[in-house]
């Protein structure tokens, strides 16, 4: 389904708001009425709350071309929302690259 929809969206938007997105999961509810998709774009921010609007405005044409193009039996209404984890993971990361590196003198100092 995230390749599929992927796919409706690069071949059948053409608004800016959504250039630079990713679909960074895709979960469906148990009665397969609903599926939450998750956007991130590079950019974040402003540009990323742009971008699920843009999308949830076409969820109408993206769930009708996902019913096309697959055999599923129900379709579950789509709803983007915006997904803040790679941002956040690019965070840690540059928190983790600040921690100083380990020293042998560090042993000395906790000695004293």
């Given at each position: ?34 599926a ?9 921010g ?33 709803r ?23 020293r ?9």
């Amino acid at each position: 389904m995230l390749r599929t929809i992927s796919e409706i969206i690069s071949a059948e938007l053409a608004d800016p708001r959504i250039e630079g997105h990713s679909i960074t999961g895709v979960k469906v509810s148990p009665d397969l009425a609903h599926a939450e998709i998750g956007i991130s774009t590079l950019a974040g921010g402003e540009r990323t709350q742009e971008c699920v609007a843009a999308l949830n405005h076409a969820s109408g044409l993206i769930w009708s071309r996902l019913r096309e193009e697959t055999d599923l039996r129900i379709v579950p209404r789509l709803r983007f929302h915006e997904d803040h984890g790679l941002q956040y993971a690019a965070e840690v990361e540059k928190l983790l690259n600040e921690i100083p590196e380990y020293r042998d003198d560090y042993s000395s100092l906790e000695e004293e």
